[in-house]
Each structure stands twice: as structure tokens, then as C-alpha cells.
């Protein structure tokens, strides 16, 4: 339960698009534990966003 409050918190962040710089949205629900392929809606290209299944649970060093 509270794992999934976390991972809701994180996915709140904004992700810039890493040509163009623009603040993409995309829709979260989509997004999948791995390599997610997202096109930015304002450059068009595509990109690869890695969501990580243990952001939750950060280790120390
Ligand atoms: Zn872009």
C-alpha cells in the first residue's frame, strides 16, 4: 500500500524533453516498469524513459 503512494508521488515530476527541453506530460498510466518509448509532442522524436521498479526504495551509496 504505501509502496504504491510512493511510486504516485514520483511520477508527478515533470520530464523535459532531452532535445528540445520542453516539458513533456505523457500520460502516466501508459508508462511501464523498464524502457518506455515516449515522442515528444512538440519535436517529435522519440525517446527512451527508463521508470524503475526500486525509486521507491533508494538504497544509501
Ligand atoms: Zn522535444
Same mark, same amino acid.
Given at each position: 500500500? +504505501? +509502496?504504491k503512494l510512493e511510486e504516485q508521488v514520483v511520477q508527478r515530476f515533470p520530464y523535459r524533453c532531452p532535445y528540445c527541453?520542453?516539458?513533456v506530460?505523457?500520460?502516466h498510466s501508459k508508462l511501464k516498469e523498464g524502457e518506455n518509448e515516449i515522442q515528444c509532442?512538440?519535436?517529435k522524436k522519440i525517446y527512451i524513459k527508463v521508470v524503475s521498479a526500486q525509486v521507491g526504495k533508494r538504497k544509501r551509496r
Open positions: 500500500m +504505501k +509502496k527541453d520542453q516539458v506530460s505523457y500520460d509532442p512538440f519535436c
